[in-house]
Nanobody, 114 residues
């Protein structure tokens, strides 16, 4: 299974971006879909996750600004990022955790200029 992430780019502080991630085929028994990010010199960190039942979890740094959503029928996960800050700049990775394994997208760059 391949995950294709899209939607990254360059935006000014205060702007918005929407990242989307689509699986190349249907994935059985997905338990969790999430977005992570990794800035240069830093460890990869969880940004937001959404469980199969719809419950969400956000990093404190993005609460109130980011919203994660999923489309179970299409095996897609998206994150709407508003009020972006320069410290949000990173490579963003989508992740799908399922019965058959743990899948990662290739990463999409988000750069927020001040």
């Amino acid at each position: 299974v391949q995950l294709q992430a899209s939607g990254g780019g360059l935006v000014q502080a205060g702007g918005s971006l929407r990242l989307s991630c689509a699986a190349s085929r249907s994935i059985f028994a997905i338990s969790l879909m999430a977005w992570y990010r990794q800035a240069p010199g830093k460890q990869r960190e969880l940004v937001a996750s959404i469980a199969s039942g719809g419950s969400t979890n956000y990093a404190d740094s993005v609460k109130g600004r980011f919203t994660i959503s999923r489309d179970n029928a299409k095996n897609t996960v998206s994150v709407q990022m508003n009020s972006l800050k320069p410290e949000d700049s990173a490579v963003y990775y989508c992740n799908i955790r399922a019965l058959g394994g743990d899948y990662w997208g290739q990463g999409t760059q988000v750069t927020v200029s001040s």
